[in-house]
């Protein structure tokens, strides 16, 4: 990440916000990633935080370690809790005194704070594998419903949650999750007390539906200011890195060297260029901004650079194109070359007129060309395709090439996927047609906030504002139309002539027969009418208190079964 080891940064978060104290869980690599922290700053006497390292081959996900944690009694006091892709500049002080202040006020009813970042949907920072809607109380955060939104039209909130005694329940959806959790020691007991617990997000729902049982009750905290983001694809490792370099993770950036690695010394320019030690540039280069070059690196003429990270020691020739290119230690590329958006790792090779389109992956040692244009999304890796891996990841990592050369299961390159002096297998899926392609890239890429819409097909019903409006052109969505405005007018006649909500739920049912609308049909646009009316009868731009206050009195009472309205969940759609 930005030529500094993922790890790194998640440590150095914890230090400077005054964690003295640091277990590392790891199975997979576990015997690499300790060898890289011995060797690191985190592990001299003189470091303020003492970083602990525990491995097992048992651990495959967050619930195996917190039961873990929970037989050995390794923690027994409120503590944090974060992946190993973390990356912030949050000082989490503030967030633990509130914490702690309720446990003592309330008797230890909250066992986690998470940690949230106020960020508009659609941000860069933002993917849709974390894309989350949240219901709280605003008076006291606590959070009332938590849920993802990933591949949802539409989401679901109980109805309970504005029928109690709680004055004002806030959603929102402009929150980023940073994957901070601030937890106390029931925490681990809680996962130890349900096997069926493995990650926090199964930790967060069984409490929330079962917080009148247990007792228990989770709170959030929101920073508008700070910075912190979670590293779950590559698009999101693109997106925190172009952040390190444009500086929004200040002290963390690459000229601060807060790793005191001697070789991670840069020197810090205008246009956010950022040159390590003996860097050559050759006559008619041009960084254009948001550059970063790592120790020892030789670039050849006339290249253009912008948006990019190259590694230590790389070799780049003439003439060559780097658009949002990450590039790893020791990689080396030819002339003419051409990759936009795309990760390159170490020690890989692409020759002479090379074309990368955007989201291509070379993993480690891989030889591309010379003369071939690699399709967005391409995957080369030196596992053969045929062979069963194992551990997750069949592309990150080609340690033990030379072990893999000498199995004589191994086939030919395919010259049409890597060149004729190519070296590498396509990595795809069995059998894999379009659908499937588009899997494979958002596996290692992940969906984008601004992919496609839903299709047609699926949307000519939602409940958005602008949706029912749209298409006039279809006699049958003139008709719920229609019938919307019909709805809309029995209601404010049902306001302003006092009609009882029996006759009113007549009339709204004679137009249901009468439009030919269906179930399915009618519970949309009622409940659009509804959330809608305040609006329409008092100012558009009503604050929360003020709106729900005015829908209320025209929201469906648990009553109103005939309408087809479920007394129990409340339907918004995306």
Not at 461 to 471: P, T
Request: contains cysteine.
């Amino acid at each position: 990440m930005a030529n500094v080891a993922m790890i790194d940064y998640t440590l150095e978060f914890l230090t400077a916000t005054g964690v003295e104290e640091t277990f590392v869980f790891c199975c997979w690599k576990s015997a690499e990633i300790k060898e890289h922290l011995q060797k690191s700053k985190w592990c001299r006497h003189t470091s303020p935080n003492t970083v602990r390292f525990v491995t097992s081959d048992l651990y495959r996900s967050l619930g195996d370690v917190l039961r873990d944690v929970d037989a050995k009694s390794l923690v027994r006091s409120d503590f944090i809790l974060v992946t190993g892709d973390v990356v912030s500049n949050f000082n989490i002080s503030k967030a633990l005194e509130e914490h702690k202040l309720r446990r003592k006020m309330e008797k230890n009813i909250s066992v986690m704070t998470m940690i949230f970042k106020e960020s508009s949907p659609g941000h860069h920072a933002r993917c849709k594998e974390d894309d989350i809607v949240i219901a709280m109380d605003s008076a006291t955060n606590r959070v009332l419903h938590y849920q993802r939104t990933q591949g949802l039209k539409r989401f679901r909130f109980p109805m309970s949650l504005f029928q109690n005694s709680i004055e004002n329940v806030e959603v929102r959806h402009d929150l980023l999750d940073c994957h901070i959790s601030i937890c106390s020691p029931q925490v681990a007991e809680l996962f130890t007390d349900n096997f069926d617990y493995q990650t926090r997000d199964d930790f967060v729902r069984g409490l929330l539906v079962n917080e009148e049982v247990l007792g228990n009750q989770i709170h959030m905290h929101v920073t508008t200011e700070e910075y912190g983001a979670h590293i779950c694809n590559l698009l999101m490792y693109e997106a925190v890195c172009s952040d390190i370099i444009r500086r929004w993770v200040y002290p963390l950036t690459p000229e601060m060297n807060f790793t005191d690695d001697k070789n991670q010394s840069y020197t810090h320019s205008k246009h956010n260029i950022y040159r390590g030690v003996d860097v050559s540039l050759g006559h008619g280069s041009v960084l254009e901004e948001n550059v970063l070059i790592g120790q020892g690196t030789v670039i050849g003429s006339n290249c253009s650079i912008t948006n990019s990270v190259i590694g230590q020691n790389c070799s780049i020739g003439d003439k060559v194109i780097l658009d949002g290119a990450f590039l790893w230690d020791k990689v080396h590329i030819a002339d003419n070359v051409e990759i936009c958006h795309s990760v390159i790792c170490d020690e890989a090779e692409v020759k002479e007129k090379v074309k990368l389109k955007p989201h291509c992956v070379l993993s480690s040692q891989v030889v591309v060309g010379p003369g071939i244009t690699l399709s967005e999304g391409t995957v080369i890796s030196l596992h053969p395709p045929d062979e069963e891996e194992e551990d997750d990841d069949q592309f990150s990592d080609d340690s033990g090439v030379n072990k893999e050369e000498s199995k004589v299961k191994l086939k030919g390159y395919n010259k049409k996927d890597v060149g004729s002096e190519g070296r590498g297998y396509l990595w795809k899926a069995d059998d894999k047609n379009e659908e499937d392609e588009e899997e494979q890239r958002q596996s290692l890429w992940g969906p984008a906030m601004h992919s496609e819409e839903e299709s047609e097909s699926d949307s000519d019903l939602s409940m958005g504002s602008e949706e029912l409006d749209s298409r006039a052109a279809s006699p049958q969505l003139d008709d719920i139309k229609v019938f919307q405005n019909e709805v809309l007018g029995t209601l404010q006649r049902g306001e302003e002539e006092s009609i009882s909500c029996d006759n009113l739920v007549l009339e709204i049912n004679s137009l249901k027969y009468a439009y030919n609308i269906g179930l399915k049909e009618m519970m949309q646009v009622l409940s659009k009418v509804i959330l809608e009316f305040p609006l329409q009868q008092l100012d558009a731009n009503l604050d929360s208190q003020n709106y729900f206050s005015a829908l209320l009195p025209v929201s469906p009472a648990p009553c109103d079964s005939s309408l087809g309205l479920s007394p129990s969940i409340l339907l918004f759609t995306l």
